[in-house]
């Protein structure tokens, strides 16, 4: 067998592995890079393999690192099966068509704007026709069901977001069967809406799996909804408006459990809630349409009030509708993208409560440097929106542990069946540190060895190859 590193080496984003084996061809992932531009057009453009020798495609889930080249390797001629669960062909198409959209907007921006006399029309990397393309590859496969593909694969749960999976892959490799385990994206234990991750089957010979923070660990779960009971309470007692940056896939999905439970449990009174992003709307409508994924205490809650997606939530789609949820003054809470504060309809609320000291800004999760949201994160008291000056004169707060991904001590516990002497790890969709801090800990919880491969780089099975040797903690791949 051999598995190639394709993207998501040594840092978070581009998730991308070929395995080759019986004769077989598999891509795990096809994302998209999303870094500076330079860099992130140039990756994009790239790959790793000619797209008509790939026999298969396994998806993991839906989020745009993950799926977002998919349009560039069907564009390029491949024509083989996309397996993925029901839930993720319905995210993963919300979200390729939404990338579709802003390919193109943002070609058409350049060609009228930006394109120099004589030089080329800009194409955009690909459009939503690309991805109805796509769409028409996808092959829903449920959990926990086998699929022979000649290897044969299984998907289970992975709490990450709604319909993630981690791959429990099974071949023969040099005339013995073998297991690889691809984790993808690993959840959080105990969080709202989805189950937790599913106990892995056995132990695994190879491991490849994710390190975003693997090096860290997050706050405790249950410190998570005190602290936003006690934001909501807080506007509501002012009248006021508590606006929460957002990503649309997930996190605004937890967000809206949060604020039924409360007031299911009567701990505030019904409350206005806005959901303002195109795709945070179509994400919540999809995420209340597959209910057998919840865990059990949402489960309990449908059962009691039919939907955490109900009468008192409005979901704004267009344009004119974000518009007049500024008349409301409060109280209120709006749920808006983008959580970086950068770009998206959050800017314009931003402009209505920035200056106002009753209103409060709400950050549910990191927040990159050097952008907007950050400067508000930091405390800056005067920062530009969109085409002007503003005084921060609102509250500004955050709530650390809302995070989509399991930290170090999670992805132990996920991973501990198959910490063994006899388990070669590879450690990847991470920063440097935390992929290499994550790679230490292995070691120290007793794999066999732990690689973190750089970005092109090969591992071949061999039967002669030597057993790993505990404590042995290459930084890439000897073999490429």
Not at 35 to 53: C, I, M, T, Y
Not at 300 to 319: E, R
Not at 451 to 463: D, G, L
Request: overall charge neutral; charged content about 20%; glycine content about 8%.
């Amino acid at each position: 067998m051999r598995i190639q590193f394709c993207g998501a080496d040594r840092t978070v984003t581009g998730s991308c592995h070929l395995i080759e084996t019986q004769g077989k061809r598999i891509l795990l992932d096809c994302g998209m890079y999303q870094g500076p531009r330079d860099q992130e057009d140039s990756f994009n453009h790239w790959l790793a393999v000619q797209p008509k020798s790939v026999d298969a495609v396994i998806l993991s889930h839906g989020h745009l690192d993950h799926c977002g080249k998919l349009p560039v390797l069907v564009r390029a001629g491949y024509t083989g099966p996309i397996y993925c669960t029901p839930a993720t062909a319905e995210v993963a198409r919300i979200v390729l068509e939404d990338a579709g959209k802003i390919q193109e907007e943002n070609a058409d921006y350049l060609n009228e704007r930006a394109r120099g006399p004589g030089q080329p029309r800009v194409q955009p990397l690909y459009s939503r026709a690309d991805v109805h393309d796509v769409l028409k590859l996808f092959r829903r496969v449920q959990y926990g069901v086998k699929t022979n593909i000649g290897p044969s694969f299984t998907f289970f749960d992975a709490g990450h977001i709604l319909g993630s999976a981690y791959i429990w892959f099974e071949t023969i490799d040099n005339g013995k069967p073998r297991t690889l385990l691809f984790t993808a994206d690993v959840g959080r234990y105990n969080t709202p809406i989805i189950r937790d991750p599913q106990p892995l089957p056995g132990v695994a010979d190879w491991v490849i799996t994710e390190s975003t923070y693997g090096n860290k660990q997050h706050g405790p779960i249950d410190q998570i909804e005190p602290q936003f009971l006690d934001c909501v309470k807080t506007c509501i007692a002012k009248r006021s408006r508590l606006l929460v940056p957002s990503f649309a896939v997930g996190r605004t999905q937890v967000v809206l459990w949060y604020m039924q439970k409360l007031i299911n449990e009567k701990q505030i009174p019904p409350t206005r809630v806005y959901v303002d992003s195109p795709m945070g709307v179509d994400i919540s409508r999809i995420t209340c349409e597959f209910q057998d994924v919840y865990d059990e205490q949402s489960q309990q809650m449908v059962k009691m009030l039919g939907s955490f997606c109900n009468a008192q939530v409005t979901f704004a789609s267009s344009t004119d509708q974000s518009r007049q949820i500024n008349n409301d003054r409060g109280p209120c809470v709006i749920i808006a993208s983008s959580p970086t504060c950068e770009f998206g309809r959050i800017l314009h609320h931003l402009k209505q409560s920035v200056e106002n000291p009753n209103d409060m800004l709400l950050f549910v999760g990191w927040v990159p440097p050097q952008t907007l949201g950050r400067r508000l994160q930091d405390g800056e008291k005067r920062v530009r929106i969109l085409d002007r000056w503003y005084d921060v004169r609102c509250m500004v707060r955050t709530i650390h542990g809302l995070s989509a991904h399991a930290d170090g001590d999670e992805l132990l516990r996920f991973l501990k069946p198959t910490l063994t002497p006899a388990t070669s790890a590879f450690v990847v969709h991470g920063e440097v540190d935390q992929a290499e801090g994550f790679a230490r800990r292995l070691l120290q919880s007793g794999i066999g060895s732990a690689t973190v491969p750089a970005i092109e780089s090969s591992y071949f099975t061999s039967p002669d190859a030597p057993a790993p040797v505990p404590g042995q903690a290459p930084t890439q791949t000897d073999n490429d």
